[in-house]
């Protein structure tokens, strides 16, 4: 049996699916990731110093504006075959169930309707000061500038700097998020870990608490992380979101068609 046959087996045997997603899944909807490096703009910056606290409290235009050119590059952007790939494979009878690091909303522009935002989002930002939840007025500024500074809109009740409602490095997850991932996980079959280099913590845990828990679990990255070799539940599938994605639902569907 071929990796893709074996994947292809426990998902088609699987009520339940979860699916964890990373920025890799994005990529080709020109969303880069951190691994690729920065490039254009913000070349030369750092994410893990522009994604905290600290950072928003020493240059709050710096990273407001970096999170404004982020929303605005979201906003342009459109799901890719991996994303609606994922969105297929719930027509297929079996529940599926996305948690994603990623802070913009392809899943949903895909149509996944289950979607857990472990990072939260670029779209719902909130008070720094008082962390009431906040509504965007449309932005009158297309970020096209090297380092563009950019002073963060006022909260409406106590006039704090909005901030965006993302998790930052060293922040907890949102309320609440970590059990319902830890739900979701106890209760499937298959987890699908796609394009994270699993890194980041706690999210990084996943495959390895649903594989201590006997669950299949499918790697999906354009490297090989050299996972999977020696297991019978753990499959590694190196290449691109789209064409994995595509190629494992296309393989499910004709099985579904001959039950
Ligand atoms: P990461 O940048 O650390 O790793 C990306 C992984 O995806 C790498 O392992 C890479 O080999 C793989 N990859 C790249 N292109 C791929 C493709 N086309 N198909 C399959 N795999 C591919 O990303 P991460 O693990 O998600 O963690 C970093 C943090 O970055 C997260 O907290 C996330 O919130 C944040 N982030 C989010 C976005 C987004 O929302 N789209 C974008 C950049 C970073």
């Given at each position: 049996m071929t990796d893709y046959e074996q994947a292809v087996k426990a998902l088609i045997e699987a009520k339940k699916i979860v699916v964890s997603t990373g920025a890799g899944i994005s990529q080709e909807s020109g969303i880069p990731t951190y691994r690729d490096g920065l490039t254009g703009l913000w070349a030369g910056h750092n994410p893990q110093y522009l994604e905290t606290a600290n950072a928003f409290r020493e240059n709050p235009q710096l990273v407001w504006g970096w999170y404004l050119w982020r929303r605005q590059q979201v906003a342009r952007a459109k799901p890719n075959a991996g994303h609606i790939a994922l969105h297929q494979m719930a027509t297929l009878g079996r529940k599926v169930s996305i948690i994603t690091q990623n802070i913009d909303d392809l899943h949903e522009k895909a149509g996944s309707k289950e979607v857990l935002h472990l990072h939260g989002?670029?779209?719902?930002?909130?008070?720094?000061?008082?962390?009431?939840?906040?509504?965007?007025?449309?932005?009158?500024?297309?970020?096209?500038?090297?380092?563009?500074?950019?002073?963060?809109?006022?909260?409406?009740?106590?006039?704090?700097?909005?901030?965006?409602?993302?998790?930052?490095?060293?922040?907890?997850?949102?309320?609440?998020?970590?059990?319902?991932?830890?739900?979701?996980?106890?209760?499937?079959?298959?987890?699908?870990?796609?394009?994270?280099?699993?890194?980041?913590?706690?999210?990084?845990?996943?495959?390895?608490?649903?594989f201590g828990l006997y669950k299949t679990v499918i790697h999906v990255n354009t490297i090989d992380q050299g996972v999977g070799e020696h297991e019978l539940n753990e499959i590694s599938l190196v290449g691109k979101a789209t064409e994995v994605l595509t190629r494992l639902y296309s393989m499910m569907s004709k099985e579904v068609q001959t039950q």
């Amino acid at each position: 049996m071929t990796d893709y046959e074996q994947a292809v087996k426990a998902l088609i045997e699987a009520k339940k699916i979860v699916v964890s997603t990373g920025a890799g899944i994005s990529q080709e909807s020109g969303i880069p990731t951190y691994r690729d490096g920065l490039t254009g703009l913000w070349a030369g910056h750092n994410p893990q110093y522009l994604e905290t606290a600290n950072a928003f409290r020493e240059n709050p235009q710096l990273v407001w504006g970096w999170y404004l050119w982020r929303r605005q590059q979201v906003a342009r952007a459109k799901p890719n075959a991996g994303h609606i790939a994922l969105h297929q494979m719930a027509t297929l009878g079996r529940k599926v169930s996305i948690i994603t690091q990623n802070i913009d909303d392809l899943h949903e522009k895909a149509g996944s309707k289950e979607v857990l935002h472990l990072h939260g989002s670029l779209a719902t930002p909130q008070c720094f000061a008082c962390h009431r939840p906040a509504v965007l007025a449309a932005d009158n500024v297309q970020v096209t500038d090297f380092g563009a500074l950019i002073e963060p809109p006022r909260c409406k009740k106590c006039n704090g700097k909005l901030r965006p409602g993302v998790v930052w490095y060293g922040e907890e997850l949102p309320k609440g998020a970590w059990k319902t991932a830890m739900s979701l996980i106890k209760d499937c079959d298959v987890l699908v870990s796609v394009g994270t280099s699993g890194i980041v913590t706690p999210a990084s845990d996943l495959p390895d608490i649903a594989f201590g828990l006997y669950k299949t679990v499918i790697h999906v990255n354009t490297i090989d992380q050299g996972v999977g070799e020696h297991e019978l539940n753990e499959i590694s599938l190196v290449g691109k979101a789209t064409e994995v994605l595509t190629r494992l639902y296309s393989m499910m569907s004709k099985e579904v068609q001959t039950q």
